[in-house]
């Protein structure tokens, strides 16, 4: 697969608009709030001042038709009307276009978004897969209130191309049906007993003494 640039990855994203409401190129709005995120701005408000701030030279280099860009209502609109497994999916092929063909190992894990929790507003919780070969985030997706990490790392491994890959997490995602949806895209996985799951990891301690104790009075007593 040949790099794709950003911009192709993300045009193939559905036009979440009706015909009469597309004044701007979906692909020149996602550039300009790329652009804003890359450059720090992390407000629709600034995000928006782009346009105004570097004049119709970054309009036309975005792709936009005019000298004007979208004012923040505009973009708010937009994106909360974006379906974001399609994004998650686009970003994930831009990323996989790139990394080098030896990327064998996927790792996924589960966190609360930093800075997310407002007040007793819980932080959105997410589940991310990393290439750690490229240091880069391949994709992720929400935990839901009404699930948990294993339902959210299905949805993830139905985003991410894993044929061919070793994917790699905690021994909570140790679950039949992710493992199964793994194999049956052609790739493999390993489930790590980490030390705060202090039971998990001395059963399995447990089972290797036993199988290292089995070998060796197997030894004592072969001929």
Same mark, same amino acid.
């Given at each position: 697969?040949?790099?794709? %640039?950003?911009?192709?990855?993300l045009a193939d994203l559905p036009e ?26 992390? %407000? ?6 782009? $346009? ?16 004007? &860009? ?19 999916? +686009?970003?994930?092929? !831009? @990323? ?8 064998? @190992? ?9 800075? %997310?929790?407002? $007040?007793?507003?819980? $932080?959105?919780?997410? /589940? ?7 240091? +880069? @985030? ?8 009404? &699930? ?13 191309? @894993? ?14 049906d992710l493992c199964r949806a793994i &194999? ?6 390993? !489930? ?11 059963? /399995?301690?447990a089972n290797f003494g036993f199988e ?12």
């Amino acid at each position: 697969m040949s790099a794709l %640039s950003l911009a192709e990855a993300l045009a193939d994203l559905p036009e979440p608009r009706s015909r009469h409401g597309r004044r701007y190129p979906l692909t020149a709005v996602l550039g300009l709030v790329t652009l804003g995120l890359l450059l720090g701005r992390k %407000s629709l408000d600034a995000i928006a001042a782009l $346009g105004p701030d570097y004049g119709p030279a970054l309009a036309q280099a975005l792709g936009f038709r005019s000298a004007r &860009t979208p004012a923040k209502s505009t973009l708010s609109r937009l994106l909360r009307r974006l379906d974001a497994d399609a994004v998650e999916a +686009a970003l994930a092929r !831009w @990323v996989a276009s790139r990394l080098p063909p030896d990327a064998g @190992v996927v790792s996924i894990d589960g966190k609360a978004l930093r800075g %997310s929790r407002d $007040g007793d507003i819980p $932080g959105q919780h997410l /589940v991310s897969a990393y290439a750690p070969c490229a240091q +880069a @985030v391949l994709a992720q997706v929400r935990v839901d209130a009404k &699930t948990n990490e294993h339902k959210a790392a299905l949805r993830l491994v139905g985003i991410l191309p @894993v044929a061919g890959k070793v994917v790699v997490g905690d021994a909570a995602f140790c679950q039949r049906d992710l493992c199964r949806a793994i &194999t049956d895209q052609g790739g493999d996985y390993v !489930w790590i007993a980490k030390d705060n799951q202090k039971a998990l990891a001395g059963a /399995v301690a447990a089972n290797f003494g036993f199988e290292a104790a089995a070998r060796s009075i197997a030894a004592a007593f072969s001929p």
